[in-house]
């Protein structure tokens, strides 16, 4: 039987441990650009089983919110080379979170002041931060977003094959695909965000498509071995809504189980909420999910996340219903966390106002068991 805290080989990826730290949006590099503090976070928790940085825009038209890092700048590729010589410096391993926001943007955070880009010119009622010359911050509206030209699509997906290229060689040991929380690829995903009339839109199999596309080029690029996903079947978060999530999830965790990934990473209920939120009628069923995965050839390693405490993730990888199990607020507050975990010690408190935006405090000031005693 396993456990939380036995090692695990992941696609191409050896993982000490199967406890994750989920990506986590810190809002803490200027500039898009990762610095020394973004170093000292990050080396901080290098003995979770596996790192995901926090969402990491592939290009700046993929932007939505201020001071969020980049993968496409040479100086934040050099910013994120420090961050994985240091994860693996100190035995971690760590993969970036590939993110392009669709309509969760603004036309201040765009590329020329543009429209954010979406599958449909339909606006999300969302809030995006963005951040005052003075250096305060303020939560906006999000802009109303132009529809992508079906001729601009190959472009999406290159963005995508060029970003994996760019952080394999920046030293990460993978890339997450950020098919999540009604972002540009589950807005293609949605039937309340997509109502495309191409080859994009309307059947589960259109809507598919693009997210499909992106898998294969990446995983050409890459390898399936160091390419994860994330999925959020059921939330609502940024404003997305489908009737049908289980023929859509289900035709989607069955179409990639013949690349190999190393895992898939599921978002169980409502993003940072409760744990059985519906949308449509019925109850989602994970378990049906990871059949349909696994019947097409799927071997990826099955990561959970939300609101896992220890005694449910320790249930989750024993009775075998999870192989890794991702964590995200406990790793905010607590760098040391599998040690706690381990030893069944206390948690730190989460300081929720520092979560996002800010310096160290909050950040690079939690302390470990060893500081607090
Ligand atoms: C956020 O910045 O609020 C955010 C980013 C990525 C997510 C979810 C939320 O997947």
Redesign the pocket.
Known sequence: MATLFDPIRVGDIDLANRIVMA???R?RSPGAVPNTLNVTYYEQRATAGLLIT??TAITHQGQ??AD?PGLYSQEALAGWKKVTDAVHAAGGKIVV?M?H?GRISHVDLQPNGGKPVAPSAIAAKAKT?LVNPDGSGHFAETSEPRALELDELPGIVEDYRRAARAAIDAGFDGVEI?A????LLDQFLRSSANTRTDSYGGSIENRARLLLEVVDAVTKEIGGGRTGI?L?PVTP??DVFDSEPQPLFDYVAKAIGPYKLAYIHVIEGA??GPRDHKQGDESFDYDALRLAYTSNGGTGAWMVNNAYDRDMGEKAVESGEADLVAYGKPFIANPDLVRRFRENAPLNPQDQATF?GGGAKGYTDYPTLDQAS
């Open positions: 990506p986590l949006t809002n926090e969402a939505g919110y969020v979170q993110w926001v931060y950020h999540a929380n009604g972002y994330r959020s978060a940024n993003t940072g996002y």
